[in-house]
């Protein structure tokens, strides 16, 4: 008698994907049907969250099970720290600490796992986790489509892609039509082997381009729409925020996005492969409301990429898997760590002997069981850095509803109380100073645990020229955005003569 096959697992990630960006999550402008199949047809957590408010570090933490310290990748790779900060000419109270720049070759991976075990690895798009010496094929995987050291697509979302792993076919190719398309070849090629297909998108991250149909048909809809008025942003502390969803080149991102996510999925339907099959989709941290392109909002959720609240680190996190009941939901708060334990228990593989894994298995609630131990536990994050999106130097603490944030640079605390707060509006920390002080116990001492490394006070620290620049980005940054982007709206409206060379649509 022959054992059952293993499960294969497509586990698709998105970069700067929002939680309010899809349609299944109620978004009015944007259009994600393929995507949406998968919430649909499997569990939509509404409470899942990357492990970091940027990208490197969410996606260290997928690939190894471990917090951001723990791995030591705590910025973007790339990112200044120390007295080279300085050069951004941002005047900041901090100098943030120095991290790992490139995935350590010691760290046991989930690619690297799973290929131990007899899986085809594959991976396609964006990798950000170091440069030569530290690619996919360094890490686990067999096969790799796109992945380098760039955290951006270096020829944009048209070919010629300027990409050392991805040659260009004809001109004008959409980036994640392709990479849709490398990975329903790789199924093909390993229908009859378990495989793990990692299709690493490098959308929605800027610069925002679409083609000009996409375009149009968002601009209409956005202007049927109507939600900005005269007041896309809001200044909140160090940036202005978008508050609207009504980009159509944002909006066309995500629709080519989703197109090639359907090709994945209708790959699998016809290769008799989806009943054996788990799919995951997620992103690596919140959309840009500010810095960046300033392309979405997250509200409900306060922020976005980079920053510390909701809107920064809450992702879409679905999984349609072998036994998990379709269209199910779950309000356990769960993390990028969880993907390593949760993949390898549905595997039937163990945790390799000596490695440390900071993520639980989440597939007690996939079963549909309560999984206390689950809901019980903390959730930590740390970010001693400055966002370019305006975040601060902090570290969180999730606790059942309660949310501590600590602020690095003048040591206050904020408290929120998420199931009456979502929007983090309302500061609570006076009102509850016993449990701030045990939240802020346990957050030191994890802080301890992993490792952590904090930012120092910096000797050149020049209070006025802050002030200054704050007022400038309120003052007169603001209002161009304003004009900016309510020319995305305009009749006729084009980025350039030739729109990237692209007039390309899906077959």
Same mark, same amino acid.
């Given at each position: 008698?022959?054992?059952?096959?293993?499960?294969?697992?497509?586990?698709?990630?998105?970069?700067?994907?929002?939680?309010?960006?899809?349609?299944?999550?109620?978004?009015?402008?944007?259009?994600?049907?393929?995507?949406? &199949?998968?919430?649909?047809?499997?569990?939509?957590?509404?409470?899942?969250?990357?492990?970091?408010?940027?990208?490197?570090?969410?996606?260290?933490?997928?690939?190894?099970?471990?917090?951001?310290?723990?791995?030591?990748?705590?910025?973007?790779?790339?990112?200044?720290?120390?007295?080279?900060? &300085? #050069?951004?000419?941002?005047?900041?109270?901090?100098?943030?600490?120095?991290?790992?720049?490139?995935?350590?070759?010691?760290?046991?991976?989930?690619?690297?796992?799973?290929?131990?075990?007899?899986?085809?690895?594959?991976?396609?798009?964006?990798?950000?986790?170091?440069?030569?010496?530290?690619?996919?094929?360094?890490?686990?995987?067999?096969?790799?489509?796109?992945?380098?050291?760039?955290?951006?697509?270096?020829?944009?979302?048209?070919?010629?892609?300027?990409?050392?792993?991805?040659?260009?076919?004809?001109?004008?190719?959409?980036?994640?039509?392709?990479?849709?398309?490398?990975?329903?070849?790789?199924?093909?090629?390993?229908?009859?082997?378990?495989?793990?297909? *990692?299709?690493?998108?490098?959308?929605?991250?800027?610069?925002?381009?679409?083609?000009? #149909?996409?375009?149009?048909?968002?601009?209409?809809?956005?202007?049927?729409?109507?939600?900005?008025?005269?007041?896309?942003?809001?200044?909140? &502390?160090?940036?202005?925020?978008?508050?609207?969803? #009504?980009?159509?080149? *944002?909006?066309?991102? /995500?629709?080519?996005?989703?197109?090639?996510?359907?090709?994945?999925?209708?790959?699998?339907?016809?290769?008799?492969?989806?009943?054996?099959?788990?799919?995951?989709?997620?992103?690596?941290?919140?959309?840009?409301?500010?810095?960046?392109?300033?392309?979405?909002?997250?509200?409900?959720? &306060?922020?976005?990429?980079?920053?510390?609240?909701?809107?920064? /680190?809450?992702?879409?996190?679905?999984?349609?898997?072998?036994?998990?009941?379709?269209?199910?939901?779950?309000?356990?708060?769960?993390?990028?760590?969880?993907?390593?334990?949760?993949?390898?228990?549905?595997?039937?593989?163990?945790?390799?002997?000596?490695?440390?894994?900071?993520?639980?298995?989440?597939?007690?609630?996939?079963?549909?069981?309560?999984?206390?131990?689950?809901?019980?536990?903390?959730?930590?994050?740390?970010?001693?850095? *400055?966002?370019?999106?305006?975040?601060?130097?902090?570290?969180?603490?999730?606790?059942?509803?309660?949310?501590? /944030?600590?602020?690095?640079?003048?040591?206050?605390?904020?408290?929120?109380?998420?199931?009456?707060?979502?929007?983090?509006?309302? #500061?609570?920390?006076?009102?509850?100073?016993?449990?701030?002080?045990?939240?802020?116990?346990?957050?030191?001492?994890?802080? /301890?645990?992993?490792?952590?490394?904090?930012?120092?006070?910096?000797?050149? *620290?020049?209070?006025?020229?802050?002030?200054?620049?704050?007022?400038?980005?309120?003052?007169?940054?603001?209002?161009?955005?304003?004009?900016?982007?309510?020319?995305?709206?305009?009749?006729?409206?084009?980025?350039?003569?030739?729109?990237?060379?692209?007039?390309?649509?899906?077959?």
């Amino acid at each position: 008698m022959t054992s059952p096959r293993k499960p294969n697992i497509v586990f698709i990630l998105s970069d700067d994907l929002g939680w309010a960006d899809l349609s299944v999550e109620g978004s009015a402008l944007y259009e994600s049907p393929n995507i949406d &199949r998968i919430a649909n047809e499997g569990m939509r957590f509404t409470q899942g969250y990357a492990a970091c408010q940027v990208c490197s570090p969410s996606r260290a933490s997928i690939l190894t099970g471990k917090y951001p310290p723990r791995h030591g990748i705590t910025d973007y790779i790339g990112a200044k720290f120390g007295e080279a900060w &300085r #050069d951004v000419n941002r005047f900041t109270k901090l100098l943030p600490p120095d991290y790992e720049h490139e995935l350590r070759p010691d760290e046991i991976t989930l690619a690297g796992s799973l290929r131990n075990a007899g899986y085809r690895t594959f991976f396609a798009g964006k990798w950000h986790l170091g440069d030569v010496g530290s690619y996919p094929e360094d890490h686990g995987f067999e096969f790799n489509k796109g992945g380098h050291k760039a955290g951006s697509p270096p020829g944009g979302y048209f070919s010629p892609f300027n990409n050392p792993k991805l040659e260009d076919h004809e001109p004008g190719e959409s980036l994640p039509i392709r990479l849709g398309r490398e990975t329903a070849a790789f199924l093909e090629d390993h229908k009859g082997e378990p495989f793990l297909a *990692y299709l690493s998108f490098y959308s929605v991250h800027g610069p925002i381009q679409t083609s000009q #149909d996409r375009w149009e048909k968002f601009r209409q809809k956005a202007v049927g729409l109507d939600e900005a008025g005269d007041n896309r942003f809001l200044f909140d &502390r160090t940036l202005p925020v978008r508050q609207v969803q #009504d980009c159509p080149i *944002y909006a066309g991102m /995500i629709e080519a996005m989703d197109d090639a996510v359907g090709i994945v999925l209708d790959k699998l339907d016809e290769l008799g492969l989806a009943e054996n099959t788990i799919v995951c989709f997620t992103s690596d941290n919140g959309g840009v409301s500010s810095g960046d392109a300033y392309s979405t909002s997250n509200l409900p959720l &306060r922020g976005g990429k980079g920053r510390q609240w909701e809107g920064g /680190i809450r992702e879409p996190y679905y999984i349609r898997a072998p036994g998990v009941e379709a269209g199910s939901t779950c309000d356990v708060p769960v993390s990028g760590i969880d993907f390593f334990p949760t993949f390898l228990e549905m595997a039937g593989l163990p945790i390799p002997e000596g490695k440390i894994v900071d993520g639980m298995s989440i597939l007690p609630l996939l079963m549909g069981e309560p999984g206390e131990e689950i809901a019980a536990r903390d959730l930590f994050w740390h970010y001693p850095h *400055y966002g370019n999106q305006g975040g601060e130097p902090s570290s969180i603490i999730r606790r059942g509803n309660w949310k501590l /944030i600590h602020y690095f640079e003048d040591g206050h605390d904020e408290l929120y109380d998420l199931s009456t707060d979502e929007g983090e509006q309302n #500061d609570m920390a006076v009102n509850h100073a016993e449990l701030v002080s045990e939240l802020r116990q346990r957050l030191d001492l994890w802080l /301890i645990e992993v490792g952590a490394k904090l930012p120092v006070h910096d000797s050149e *620290y020049d209070a006025e020229k802050e002030k200054a620049r704050l007022e400038e980005l309120e003052n007169k940054l603001m209002p161009k955005l304003e004009a900016q982007h309510a020319e995305y709206l305009v009749p006729g409206w084009e980025p350039n003569t030739d729109w990237w060379g692209s007039q390309l649509t899906v077959d």
